[in-house]
């Protein structure tokens, strides 16, 4: 992989990065085609990062699909396929960057280590594939959020770029782990979408935050079937809990919850 960009970069082809672990979705097809566009060569990477896993089971359950992953790139003007086998976790280096908390809040409170590990295999891959630009969905807002801090410190010649989540007619927001859904399950995972849908609204119509998550609360997550892990709205420029709006700046509410045993997360700017 790096003797290939080394080739790119003599022969001054711009490179864009979409890193996944993947099960690949149109999701990532969307950021395929974007950095294809805006690039020569798009690699992506296919790599489950077990350090980034703290439950176990969702390490071992994550769904995989090599054949439809190949086909999916192919389609969407993806050059490069970068995946590496198992071994290769031991790579992975300890990157020192501090960020102040912002690990803590939100997924980092309800999964220790996962933003550790998702810096440390971050910086890895962008030391190997030196791209010029990297692609990130915005559903995983809070990881999106951490790398620019990396790329701030670490890697301030890659561009990241942000692209808006993809859903699905019911307006689940697409993720691998859609896949491990029942029927059912389905059905009651898309109260999340419902559920930010409504905070915007009622954000428009100048109710405060408290009675905001009231009322997402009772009407979306009253029951065992879909589990409500966390719901904030947060400030987008700290992703700090707010307690009022604080206009202008934006905010952001980020929903958590089981279904069954799949976790799902999604968010959606309520002031924008
Ligand atoms: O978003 C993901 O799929 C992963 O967190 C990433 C960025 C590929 C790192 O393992």
Partial sequence: MEALVAQYKLAHKSVGFVPTMGYLHEGHASLLRQSALENDVTVCSIFVNPTQFNNPEDFLLYPKDEVNDVLL?????????????????????????????????LEGEFRPGHFRGMVNIVSLLFQI????????????????????KLVAQNFPEIGIVASPTIREESGLAMSSRNARLSAAQREQATKIAKALHLAKSLAKEKRSVSAIKEELRFKFFNNDDLRLEYLEIVDAQTLLPLTD??????????????????RLIDNMSINS
């Avoid at 594939?129 to 620019?148: C, E, H, R, T």
């Avoid at 604080?246 to 045993?261: D, E, L, M, N």
């Fill in 245 to 262: 709006f604080s206009f202008p700046s934006r905010s952001v509410v980020c929903v958590a919850a089981y279904a069954g045993k799949v």
């Fill in 73 to 105: 790139l192919k389609e969407n003007g993806c050059l490069v396929l970068f995946a590496p086998e198992n071994d290769f976790v031991n790579e992975i280096l300890e990157v020192s960057l501090d960020l102040k908390g912002v690990d803590k809040v």
């Fill in 129 to 148: 594939v030196s791209p010029n630009k990297a692609y990130f969905g915005q559903k995983d807002f809070q990881q999106l959020f951490i790398v620019q």
